[in-house]
Structure formats: structure tokens, C-alpha cells
């Protein structure tokens, strides 16, 4: 494949080739280099490309809800009306599925909550390389629903927590545990609003004195390198701290915080300390669409103005989850870098 300009996640190389074998990257470098390798290009892209995109974090199956959920008073408003909503449209799901143009991804971790099985017959029907499926318990039970029974070709389940407040101290450690023996991101949502840690106390009882939701995370024992928090945006600079320390990963939705009127993650200060970061765009019940470069377009313009196209690009296609570079071996997932988003990085 010769391409016009193709950013590898660490280089760009004008009039670069690419040699796929089996899904695999075989080789890599300027076409004059990798052309000894071939006869023939079997494709030219006229474009920019680079590696596959990852949304670290959606919820799919809200995509019936679109437009349906009042945004404008508040959060707690907002929660018990998705929480409320007859919210399951096979429809709106396959043409979300659909919009997003998945064979660009080469993550997606999705979560279900309520229509799990649909969500998993739909994900394996979808293009693109790979799905997480994340089974979010609201209750104090882990669900059974992700037992994996189901043979998947393309992608994974996981047990997830909701959040500390959403989900029992013991579905946590439940969850937790799962993940870590199979080898899985362990997901859910922290510091998205700022009453997190009293709902907690109130509902499941003290975290031995924690004074945040991150401090009571780490008491529990489950901030390494593969828990993924998702929103951030309540984070005072001793979680920041922490979270770096403990390397754990946390996934920026700036523009469903936006929507949601609820503040923005410490940008500035999460970069400074060189915290793991990945982009998500969080549902349709929130945003308008699940277009990651709009995600990226919206942090650059609100909270990032010197954010760089390079370092954009690592956040959207997943670097700090280990992917996000286009190398021997890899695998050849690939996305077209929009114009109109280049031009704003200039
Ligand atoms: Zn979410």
C-alpha cells in the first residue's frame, strides 16, 4: 500500500509504504525503501493516514436516547431519566454503529449495562478490528450477564463497576479481580461529579477516612496500570498525584462533561503529571454524535489550546493503552486523518 503521508505513532514519512500480511504489518517506511519488497502497489491512498482510532469509553446501547434526555437540569436529572428511559432501539444502535465509520477503530470499549446480549450479537455483526464490551453493575451483585457463553470472534467482555457510588465495595473487588487474572482493562466512572464520595459513604459506609473518590479507589486496592477512570473531572492535584503514581488510566469525555454542565478534567495539571490518558466520547444520551475527531477538536479549542497535532493523535488512538503505532507485527488497522481537523492544529 503506498500512501501519501502516514503518521506511524512515532514519525511521519512522506510517500510511505505499508506491506500487510494477514492483518499484520510486515514492513513499514518511505515507499522507496518497502517498494523493493513488492512488485506492484496493490493500493495507492491519495490521503493521510494513521493508526486505527480507539474510543475508550461509549455506551451504545443509550443510542436510542438521543435528543430524548433533557441535559439542562443537571446531572442528577439527567442520570434518573436515562436510568428511567425505555432506551433500547436496535435501530438507532446500528445506525450509531453505522455513523461512526468503525472499520477507522481499532478499539472501541463500549459499555453495557441493560442489553448486554444485544450488544454483543451487534458488536460481533460490526466492522473494525476489535470491541471491549464492559458489563457495568449498578447494583451490589457483579452481573452474570458476561459470563462469557457467547463465542466471540472480534472482541471481549468484561465485568465493570459503575462507579464508587453506583456499584458495592464488593462488586468492585469482584470485577477487579476478573479482570486482572484475564489480563483486561477494569473500568469506571470517578471524580464526574463532585458529590461522588458522600453518595458512596451514604449507600455502602465509610472508606476509612478517604477524602476523594480516588483515595477510596486506592484504600480498595484497584488503581494500577489497568483501571481505566473515566471523566476526571473532579480531581484535586493529590489524586492527580496518585493516579501517576499508580499509572492508572483515565479517559477524558470533555464534551458530554460539557453538555452535562458538570466542569472539565484538570487538563493542565493531569499532562504536567504525565498521567495515562485516552479520549472517549461518551454516549448519545449526552453528546451528539460518537465522532472522535469532534472529542479531539473539542478538548483542543476548550481545554488544551497548545495541545499538538502529534500528541492529539496519541490520545485518539489509544498510545496510552499500548497501541496507536503502526510497526512490524502490529496489527493493520488504519484511519484517514480528516483534513479540517489538520487545519485546526496549524
Ligand atoms: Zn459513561
Not at 494477514?22 to 493508526?51: Q, S, T
Not at 486505527?52 to 443509550?62: I, P, R, S
Not at 457510588?165 to 464488593?170: D, E, F, T, V
Not at 483542543?300 to 503505532?325: D, F, N
Amino acid at each position: 500500500m503506498r500512501i501519501q503521508r502516514l503518521w506511524t505513532g512515532e514519525i511521519w514519512i512522506d510517500d510511505a509504504a505499508l506491506l500487510v500480511k494477514a492483518g499484520r504489518i510486515e514492513a513499514v517506511g518511505a515507499w522507496r525503501e518497502v517498494r523493493k519488497k513488492l512488485d506492484a502497489p496493490l493500493l495507492e491512498w491519495d490521503g493521510w493516514l494513521l493508526p486505527g482510532l480507539v474510543n475508550a469509553h461509549t455506551h451504545l446501547e443509550l443510542a436510542g436516547l438521543a435528543g430524548r434526555v433533557p441535559l439542562a437540569a443537571g446531572f442528577a436529572a439527567w442520570g434518573q431519566a436515562v436510568a428511567r428511559a425505555d432506551f433500547w432501539d436496535e435501530k438507532a444502535v446500528r445506525a450509531a454503529m453505522a455513523a461512526v465509520g468503525l472499520a477507522a477503530y481499532r478499539l472501541v470499549v463500549d459499555v453495557a449495562t441493560r442489553a448486554v446480549r444485544p450488544m454483543a450479537h451487534l458488536w460481533e455483526e460490526s466492522p473494525g478490528w476489535e470491541y471491549g464490551l464492559l458489563v457495568e453493575s449498578l447494583t451490589d451483585r457483579i452481573p452474570r450477564a458476561w459470563v462469557p457463553t457467547l463465542h466471540l470472534r472480534r472482541g471481549w467482555m468484561a465485568p465493570a463497576a459503575h462507579s464508587l457510588y453506583g456499584s458495592a465495595p464488593s462488586v468492585l473487588l469482584g470485577a477487579k479481580a476478573w479482570c486482572q487474572a484475564q489480563g483486561r482493562i477494569f473500568s469506571l466512572h470517578a471524580a464526574e461529579r463532585p458529590e461522588e464520595l458522600d453518595l458512596a459513604q451514604q449507600r455502602w459506609g465509610a472508606f476509612g477516612g478517604a477524602n476523594s473518590v480516588v483515595e477510596a479507589l486506592d484504600q480498595l486496592g484497584v488503581l494500577d496500570p489497568h483501571t481505566l477512570l473515566v471523566h476526571g473531572v473532579h480531581l484535586t492535584r493529590s489524586d492527580v498525584e496518585r493516579l501517576a503514581a499508580r499509572r492508572t488510566l483515565v479517559c477524558l469525555c470533555p464534551r458530554s462533561n460539557a453538555a452535562l454542565g458538570i466542569g472539565q478534567a484538570p487538563w493542565g495539571m493531569l499532562r504536567r503529571a504525565g498521567v495515562r490518558l485516552v479520549l472517549g466520547t461518551d454516549s448519545l444520551a449526552s453528546v451528539p454524535d460518537l465522532d472522535l475527531w469532534q472529542e479531539l477538536a473539542f478538548l483542543q479549542e476548550t481545554l488544551a489550546p497548545g495541545l499538538c497535532l502529534e500528541e492529539g493523535l496519541a490520545l485518539v488512538t489509544g498510545q496510552a493503552l499500548g497501541l496507536g503505532r503502526l510497526c512490524p507485527n502490529a496489527v493493520a488497522s488504519l484511519a484517514p486523518l480528516p483534513g479540517w481537523l489538520v487545519e485546526r492544529f496549524r
